[in-house]
């Protein structure tokens, strides 16, 4: 493909991309395949000359397409929301074309300055304390995702509270962890990944809301204590996944500057809905925090993969990730003047992922990445109304964002089948979780074009489909 | 940003990235930036409002392009490459119009399949061994990068060594690691982060070539299996990143079967020159290996991030990194009968990555695929034959592939001044190495449109520098 015909195609596939978009709702959300429909349509060895763009487009209509499920339908509800825009897609196609690899200032300062400089931004809009912004001891970093994050943090945890020797002399098995029973998954798999293990790993009780009790993590840490055991980390989440609870970020990190135990907030959902003022909120205590991290690709219309990691003392995290083979010494590294983010990461290469970013806050404006995420609370509101009007569901947690998790009163089986004739009828997707061990409907808005009317369509469908179970 | 300007923008940015490669030779290769002069240029807050997309594509040339290393020049010659091309370009840009969050196979069964079936496709075209296809008991999967692929491997190679203990109780101190002298760095990085300790890791001297040594490594995990400790990890590289050296994949892995130590073997960048037959012999012993990566984002035209991780046994992998929390349940996974690549990786989501390693296949053909790769190989050998002609230079190593090794023979100092002065030429950019312990150049070629001109060109540039050097 010479360049000419990267013009040309490159124009067709845009058109194709924006069509897609404008026909979006016209698919079956969840994808209608089996196991193996896809692989059965490929062939069995790669072409040995050449071929046509259009063949592969042709093939991505035929063979991609019906294996797609469409995260960007206004319909999808389902886990979080892995939501893009048009500023996005074009920023990301911007680094594509660019192809540098930041691993270094030296290998293109604006990729290393402009991350900085907008996560600098997100500081201050996010009401985040001042130690996270890189003018003060700490900084921020864009990682692939918020698991990512939360190793680097346990990472940097254990470090600190061995006094640096767990890198030289491995993991001891005196460390220990804590999180709520409704943690994501991802952390106890940073624990397992940094050889804490997951038997120093505890699973701290919750309230009535789903949100971690400090009574109970302190009663654990003292447990702990007494038998001779380090508290290393301790996680609390702004927006735990199944319910979207709001864990008490001050007192968790009053306990944990007590304890000296590094103290993570994971906001990857709800930190987006700070950027509105009456958010702040959520944020309160976090400047307690040792590390801090949310993911503009669930709800900020940036896709995946941007997750934004703050820590307030840099230093623990370089120390942590930093080595210096010759082969990457260069002058600006060793002049101290310039962040190497390669330092702040566990891969070597990375991207420039704060392009779509930029893209992304300057396309929009401040004014307009609030008024959709003010949208979408709303929209969850009204059909949080709607489930408490209809006497055969109940709602299942508190409506905190955009979460709306609820059942239909008939138990486990019923609930199951609801979702499945749901999803099968490609209108619409939700996912489920357990709540006071009970089979629950998660029904999350934060798709970039969602409106209010498809949500309402939704819940009619919803009613339908009890209706139908119970006929 | 409505569809219809997306539509509109997107035509004018691919035009734009169009353009970029059509004049990328003008640019000086590596940007002449000072630390802080391109925040200095960016506005101390986002924008209330959104702003019109022309303005942030005028802040592209003004702020963003001075602060660019041209990666995808063709006198781009640091580091290993990392390039990228049309059909690649295309394929992301695909990949993010579309928006899908791979994580399960549930959620894009096209994501996972597509994936799958094009790292079979490598396997047999790389000489990669039967268990490393997904129809025995290993299979391929689509890393970041080979750090990523590398802190895999070193994972379930410690779930393997602790019986599947580590995961539970953390790692105990009493695992080693063996690479050699000239292994990557993100090796350690993984053995670091995997709680391991870098003092249980073992550098293998080399020999003349800057290959492992086997006797030595015997000898070392004699050593250590004396003192009772339990050697668990051994990596050997296809290409080492200062000089392209080979290990002797087979001897390595012939100890490894007889220790039962988990042989990593890592061809980051020079398992591509694998895709041509003749190069094959480069993989001899490969079979002996449990887990292999290369890196389709260094020399095989594929954008970063695409690094291709196999394994030779996935129920390890599995079982060193699942955790099924209920709101990711569904009858798929729980059939057995998919792959969820979350199970394969550090982070819970991926992108659509196999998209553009698809498109490059089919659009360049192996053929076309072969073609570069051996006119890269060749001109590296070209060059190689005019360092050996001018007394002034000596060579440091042997050219096994596409990278050359050389230096003037006025010390270390003579060379670092003729490499500042020629990347501060920004007519082509070499990075550097130690070999010998002697500052050393390396000319990497590799970038999709160099041609033999840009190399001899290059080589005239260094002739002059030597001589200003000398003058």
Redesign the interface.
Request: with cysteine; net charge negative.
């Given at each position: 493909?010479?360049?000419?015909?990267?013009?040309r195609?490159?124009?067709r596939?845009?058109?194709?991309?924006?069509d897609?978009?404008?026909h979006v709702e016209q698919y079956p959300v969840m994808?209608q395949?089996k196991?193996?429909?896809?692989?059965s349509m490929?062939p069995e060895?790669?072409?040995?000359?050449?071929?046509p763009?259009d063949?592969?487009l042709r093939d991505?209509d035929r063979?991609?397409?019906?294996?797609?499920?469409?995260?960007?339908s206004p319909n999808f509800f389902g886990?979080f929301p892995?939501?893009?825009?048009?500023?996005?897609?074009?920023g990301?196609?911007?680094s594509?074309?660019?192809?540098?690899?930041g691993m270094l200032?030296?290998?293109?300062?604006?990729?290393t300055?402009?991350e900085?400089?907008?996560l600098d931004?997100l500081v201050?809009?996010l009401g985040l304390p001042p130690a996270f912004h890189s003018s003060s001891t700490g900084g921020g970093v864009i990682q692939?995702?918020a698991?990512?994050a939360a190793?680097c943090a346990i990472?940097a945890a254990?470090e600190r509270s061995t006094g640096g020797r767990?890198?030289?002399?491995?993991?001891?098995?005196s460390?220990t962890a804590y999180i709520s029973t409704q943690t994501?998954?991802?952390i106890?798999?940073g624990v397992?990944?940094?050889?804490?293990?997951?038997?120093?790993l505890r699973q701290i009780e919750v309230d009535a809301n789903y949100a971690m009790r400090p009574d109970r993590l302190a009663e654990a840490i003292a447990l702990d204590r007494a038998a001779g055991l380090r508290p290393c980390f301790v996680c609390a989440t702004v927006g735990t996944?199944?319910s979207t609870a709001i864990d008490p970020i001050r007192e968790i990190g009053r306990i944990c500057r007590k304890e000296n135990a590094w103290f993570h907030v994971d906001g990857a959902m709800a930190g987006t809905a700070t950027i509105c003022p009456e958010f702040h909120p959520l944020h309160d205590g976090v400047e307690l925090a040792e590390s801090y991290c949310f993911n503009p690709?669930k709800w900020m219309f940036t896709?995946?993969?941007c997750d934004c990691f703050f820590v307030a003392d840099r230093a623990h995290l370089i120390r942590?990730?930093s080595?210096?083979?010759?082969?990457?010494?260069n002058?600006?590294t060793e002049?101290g003047?310039?962040i190497d983010y390669r330092d702040w990461q566990?891969?070597?290469?990375r991207?420039f992922r704060a392009?779509k970013l930029?893209?992304v806050?300057?396309?929009?404006?401040?004014?307009?990445l609030r008024q959709r995420v003010r949208q979408h609370i709303q929209y969850a509101r009204e059909l949080a109304d709607w489930v408490k009007a209809d006497p055969r569901f109940e709602m299942a947690a508190p409506v905190t964002l955009a979460l709306v998790c609820f059942r239909h009163r008939g138990g486990d089986a019923v609930n199951q089948k609801i979702l499945?004739q749901l999803n099968a009828s490609g209108k619409l997707y939700l996912?489920?979780?357990?709540l006071d061990d009970k089979f629950t409907l998660?029904f999350s808005i934060g798709q970039t074009e969602t409106q209010r009317h498809h949500v309402a369509q939704a819940w009619r469908q919803i009613q339908d489909a009890a209706d139908a179970e119970m006929s």
């Open positions: 493909m010479n360049n000419e015909e990267f013009r195609w490159g124009h596939l845009i058109d194709w991309i924006a897609y978009r404008d994808s395949v196991p193996g429909e896809i692989r490929l060895k790669p072409p040995m000359q050449g071929e763009f063949a592969i991505v063979i991609i397409m019906p294996g797609i499920m469409h995260w960007q886990f892995s939501n893009n825009s048009g500023p996005s897609i074009l990301e196609l911007l594509t074309g660019l192809g540098v690899q200032w030296a290998t293109s300062p604006a990729c300055e402009l900085t400089h907008v931004w201050e809009l692939d995702s698991s990512s190793l990472l254990r767990s890198n030289s002399l491995g993991a001891d098995g460390l994501h998954s991802s106890e798999k397992r990944i940094a050889g804490l293990g997951a038997d120093q996944t199944s690709h896709n995946f993969d942590t990730l080595i210096l083979p010759e082969y990457l010494r002058r600006a002049s003047a310039v566990v891969p070597l290469g991207r392009l930029w893209f806050l300057r396309s929009f404006g401040i004014e307009g499945d996912s489920h979780t357990r998660r």
